[in-house]
């Protein structure tokens, strides 16, 4: 990897560098959604192609953490799986939103975020196409394009908005009760983007009120929780019980938020939740 312009890391934030790790992330992913976007719809190798963009992606941020990083693990969605000896783990997402990246959508991100005392901690997350860089977490404050960003607004349940993420593994009876308590109970409106990373966003830029997840996995979430939590955001995640390959069934928002959908997560996706509300 590149010596970031003859900076040493002494010299520049912990996030200025993964930011720029990140950016670099998004310029190989974008060669080749651009690649994607010069073939016909009928051909076949789309998917081939989304998993060689993937594992190349995914390739290039273990390479670059490890390099500034030695002593750290990494754990990626493709398979990669690094010990470290530091006790800190970068979780890593290469593009979540695979699908809207095969369409040519725009929904898709790079996704790094630290993991330490089984804690999400600190997080980047760039979105090439829209060229929207979001880092922040812990005592590193939350900005957009190094912009800082406004808490999350009040709740209002007469203009409220959620997004929502079901996993293709969830039952088709779990999947309607979502969809009927949104809109008997709640009586909001509701979107599902196709990138839980990109959901996170919608919360973060005041679009949506919160998010709620049946089967997203760790990686999807790792960076956008601690960029969230700077903006007044909780979730419902116990990590002390939660590891890093579990498939998560959570929601995010402010209190308020999570007040009004507990008994949805309780109801749906497995064994009653612990209650236990997190930041971070």
Same mark, same amino acid.
């Given at each position: 990897?590149?010596?970031?312009?003859?900076?040493?890391?002494?010299?520049?934030?912990?996030?200025?560098?993964?930011?720029?790790?990140?950016?670099?992330?998004?310029?190989?992913?974008?060669?080749?959604?651009?690649?994607?976007?010069?073939?016909?719809?009928?051909?076949?190798?789309?998917?081939?192609?989304?998993?060689?963009?993937?594992?190349?992606?995914?390739?290039?941020?273990?390479?670059?953490?490890?390099?500034?990083?030695?002593?750290?693990?990494?754990?990626?969605?493709?398979?990669?799986?690094?010990?470290?000896?530091?006790?800190?783990?970068?979780?890593?997402?290469?593009?979540?939103?695979?699908?809207?990246?095969?369409?040519?959508?725009?929904?898709?991100?790079?996704?790094?975020?630290?993991?330490?005392?089984?804690?999400?901690?600190?997080?980047?997350?760039?979105?090439? &196409? /829209?060229? #929207? *860089?979001?880092?922040? +977490? $812990?005592?590193?404050?939350?900005?957009?394009? @190094?912009?800082?960003?406004?808490?999350?607004?009040?709740?209002?349940?007469?203009?409220?908005?959620?997004?929502?993420?079901?996993?293709?593994?969830?039952?088709?009876?779990?999947?309607?009760?979502?969809?009927?308590?949104?809109?008997?109970?709640?009586?909001?409106?509701?979107?599902?983007?196709?990138?839980?990373?990109?959901?996170?966003?919608?919360?973060?830029?005041?679009?949506?009120?919160?998010?709620?997840?049946?089967?997203?996995?760790?990686?999807?979430?790792?960076?956008?929780?601690?960029?969230?939590?700077?903006?007044?955001?909780?979730?419902?995640?116990?990590?002390?019980?939660?590891?890093?390959?579990?498939?998560?069934?959570?929601?995010?928002?402010?209190?308020?938020?999570?007040?009004? &959908? /507990?008994? #949805? *997560?309780?109801?749906? +996706? $497995?064994?009653?939740?612990?209650?236990?509300? @997190?930041?971070?």
């Amino acid at each position: 990897m590149a010596d970031f312009n003859g900076s040493t890391l002494p010299e520049r934030a912990t996030e200025s560098v993964i930011e720029e790790i990140a950016r670099r992330a998004g310029e190989i992913a974008l060669r080749h959604f651009r690649s994607l976007a010069s073939i016909p719809v009928e051909k076949k190798g789309h998917l081939d192609l989304v998993t060689k963009a993937d594992r190349e992606v995914e390739e290039f941020l273990i390479a670059s953490l490890l390099q500034v990083f030695p002593n750290d693990g990494v754990y990626g969605e493709e398979g990669g799986n690094i010990a470290g000896t530091s006790g800190r783990i970068w979780v890593i997402d290469p593009i979540d939103g695979t699908f809207n990246f095969v369409r040519g959508g725009q929904n898709w991100a790079i996704s790094i975020g630290l993991y330490e005392n089984r804690r999400p901690t600190f997080g980047v997350i760039y979105v090439p &196409v /829209r060229d #929207l *860089l979001l880092a922040g +977490g $812990g005592s590193v404050e939350t900005r957009l394009n @190094g912009k800082p960003m406004r808490s999350l607004p009040v709740l209002n349940l007469s203009q409220a908005s959620m997004g929502i993420g079901l996993h293709p593994s969830v039952a088709t009876q779990d999947r309607l009760e979502v969809l009927r308590y949104i809109s008997d109970e709640l009586r909001i409106a509701f979107r599902c983007c196709g990138s839980s990373t990109l959901s996170l966003i919608e919360v973060a830029m005041g679009e949506t009120d919160g998010y709620v997840a049946l089967g997203d996995s760790t990686w999807d979430v790792m960076a956008g929780l601690p960029i969230l939590s700077n903006l007044g955001v909780s979730h419902t995640i116990d990590w002390d019980r939660t590891d890093l390959g579990a498939k998560l069934r959570f929601a995010c928002g402010s209190e308020a938020f999570l007040a009004k &959908v /507990r008994p #949805l *997560l309780e109801s749906v +996706g $497995g064994e009653p939740m612990s209650g236990a509300l @997190g930041h971070g």
